[in-house]
């Protein structure tokens, strides 16, 4: 008997039949005496088809005022959504009311699509929550102080239904999606990859930032600050397995360090090959180079991720950093012709073809030689490393593309990611 | 220079290239000098979709609970149309901004699928209009004292526009549509049938619930209560027409009874074959048979037209109504069952296949000898009639369905319908 938050992703909401089933699995938790807040999102390419419309009547760049607007269209994706669930729910005799993110309310900042929550009133939710309601809360939305629509950005459902259950002080946060878990890495690239059955919040959020797709980062940024457990399961097990099994399927996101846990070391791989390498190379070494090559980027809107600069010779140095390779023409430019001469700078060089990879683990807080270890794994490989970054539970080398498969295995296989998970 | 409210239906946002069109015209009134508020119709076909979705996941039957969803689903058709109308402008350079109902905010009561406002807040949309922007506000809804989202009911974006335009005092509402205006009868029975360049506003009034589908006649009682001069033309003339020839185009709705006009005496003919005719036979004529009957027929939720009672006979009356069709076979056995042997009447009978053929026209009211016409025409066809109501403007006859062509084109001749309009 506990308050729980359900949040359905698109594709558990792509058809009526879908969210028929939907229904069926939430009664299924009500039944069993819990108390549901259910957050799902648009049904899988309603949000794509209101864009596509917007793109047709103003193919125009983006204004705050076109901006605007679009929050307005695309927020009704995750409406039509709400009403269909709980017109599901109270076809299957479960008490549901839905409600809009103006509507709870869900507070946000003013940036039109990437807004950011600010805080939710659960006053409304918690009232219908006492009269045996199903609670059914658009995700990916919330209104401004001056009452304006806003959303929150693609995947904004997961950071809206954590928000929600970190508002309301639930028992737990459930990610229903179309995968079944957090794994060790891609199951594509390493056929042994094994599901986690529990992850910290901190592997977590590091494996969101560095490519993993199975949640929203800020979702993870916003279970850390409220400390809500979160369960990454599948929606598409049959509705009526039993409730035990499902509430123990998927992967926890966990913010108990257990002592008495054994931890593994490296919890999983990451990788990524969307990024591009620059460097700019015998920079003068002086105090406000960095912000001096960096800053002009940032004005281009050019994303910046890894930057390595090493100890200088004869007072100058290489700079080096990555960015979207969807950048890497415009951020070429942009140092060979303005940046470079300003700063006199040597050569601007550069390479699409890298990819990044990443051990995650939090037991590299207390284990030494874990990245002696990566670095040793993949020269046993022969694979060069270009650069290197870390933190306190990651470490991530840039190498070139084509080495990607051979290095996530091989460092899955080095750091024993196949055997089972201690329990 | 004045304030101006356009409204425009589903088929004139019917897709990207219209709403594009939809904006210029409205752009050229903007560089014309006047001041627009623009309420738009969800895109043809939305609304159904929308609701089709919803018959599939909760095919039961109606609660007050599954009507509030309703609301909240279709209540997203208009939403992305006001957003889609607003980029529109702005790519057109115009500066425009939208506004759901419950952002205005427009109350209604709380009769989910068919509300009624209750008022218009109209210092957002002012504050807008004097920044010089365009205020695009959805059609068919608004909010509730406890922030659920209504509708209006089908039809629903004239009322709106109307009572927008009331609460604005605007010059005039113009009600953009598929059709170039009111026309004497339906051109489709009568091919002489003539768009009337004025009809007054009880005219319109008894020809909306006459049958004519050009202007929902909640909209019409609005424009009546708060005296909002409408006019309804088409959105299918090229967008570029010069403005003064727009303004003076379709028919105007007016309230101006001018005295110097030469007024037609019969200004149009409406007919409608949905309904049929029951009758239940040698009724007690005694104080309160009338409301057992009705009453009894209300509570089934059948809605009732014209209703003919007569002087009595031997204490026994006979007593005739008529109903919608789809209801006639429940009327028929709800009269025989309960109410026939519970106020000790003799036979009942019916008959489907009939029609309410009527002449409505201001200067009724002055003029003798009208409704004799009327029946003299119909006799002179041949045609029986089988109840006759009258109101101050208009005279009804429900006769055999058959006919119905026949009596139309007869009385539009009769009338002289064919011949222009006094200008």
Partial sequence: MALIVHKYGGTSMGSTERIRNVAKRVAKWVRAGHRLVVVPSAMSGETNRLLALAKEVSPEKATPETMRELDMIAATGEQVSVGLLALALQAEGVPAVSYTGWQVPVKTDSAYTKARIESIDDARVRADLAAGKVVIITGFQGIDDDGHITTLGRGGSDTSAVAVAAAMKAAECLIYTDVDGVYTTDPRVVPEARRLHAVSFEEMLEMASLGSKVLQIR??????????????????????IPIDEEARSGTLITFEEDENMEQAVVSGIAFNRDEAKVTIMRVPDRPGIAYQILGAVAEANIDVDVIVQNVSHDGKTDFSFTVHRNDYARTIDLLKSKVGPAVGAGEVTGDARICKVSIVGIGMKSHVGIAAKMFRTLADEGINIQMITTSEIKTSVVIDEKYMELAVRALHKAFDLEQPQPA
């Fill in 219 to 240: 979702s993870v940024e916003f279970a850390g600050k409220y400390r809500v457990p979160m369960r990454v399961l599948s929606s598409f097990t049959p509705w009526d």
